[in-house]
């Protein structure tokens, strides 16, 4: 059994910063991956920021510049820091993991239950 936990999230106002953490736990035997997605009300999840065991990251248009993706693999974590935050970020922020819990076994999605960030004067 795996278990993605973020927190983290809550309200903030236009320019402030929020950072999101996610902690992976459970049968892991291999994590490739780790990343945050959104969604926000009528719209679909997207890609917000992934980073790569190797330390390779990739973030969506719309945040690069202003949030940035870090993650501790001793400790299955990985963080968030989101600053100059907009209201069109808001929406609910969602952990992924494409991981193995055993080996030789194919790369799976495992998600977290989602924190919410809302960005309002």
């Known amino acids: 059994q795996v278990q993605l936990v973020e927190s983290g999230g809550g309200l903030v106002q236009p320019g402030g910063s929020l950072r999101l953490s996610c902690a992976a736990s459970g049968s892991i035997f291999s994590i490739f991956a780790m990343g945050w997605y959104r969604q926000a009300p009528g719209m679909e999840r997207g890609m917000v920021a992934v980073?790569?065991?190797?330390?390779?990251?990739n973030y969506a248009d719309a945040v690069k510049g202003r949030f940035t993706i870090s993650r501790d693999n001793a400790k299955n974590t990985t963080f968030l820091q989101m600053d100059n935050l907009k209201p069109e970020d808001t929406a609910v922020y969602y952990c992924n993991a494409i991981l193995v819990t055993v080996a030789g076994t194919p790369w799976r999605d495992y998600w977290g239950q989602g924190t919410r960030v809302t960005v309002s004067r």
């Open positions: 980073i790569t065991n190797s330390g390779s990251t």
